[in-house]
């Protein structure tokens, strides 16, 4: 009898440490899918978009500001915003490839 109550115990002390690794594993599979592989499908499409700039392309900073790209140096790029009006903005502010794309 004895036996019979340890042999029990034991299998369902399996059952439980087997489910919860299921559940470990599927949890960081769809962690995975659902955060972490779009966000890098993100971020290479806008280091694509950045390293596509050149100049004459029209173009929208994070900040909201619309221009023309006159010039580009390192992370630098000159921005003209209106006639024979250029301000310098860091090359990391076009963010959003998609915003020109309404």
């Not at 919860?20 to 280091?47: G, H, V």
Request: proline share 3%; charged share 15%.
């Amino acid at each position: 009898m004895i036996l019979l109550q340890q042999a029990a115990a034991g299998s369902w002390a399996q059952a439980i440490f087997g489910n919860q690794w299921f559940f470990l594993i599927a949890m960081i599979f769809i962690f995975y899918f659902l955060m972490i592989r779009p966000q890098r499908k993100r971020q290479k499409e806008i280091d694509n978009f950045l390293k596509s700039l050149q100049p004459g392309m029209e173009v929208v900073t994070s900040g909201g500001i619309y221009g023309k790209i006159k010039e580009i140096n390192d992370n630098v790029v000159l921005l003209e915003v209106a006639h024979n009006v250029c301000i310098k903005v860091d090359k990391s502010t076009f963010a959003n490839p998609a915003a020109l794309q309404q």
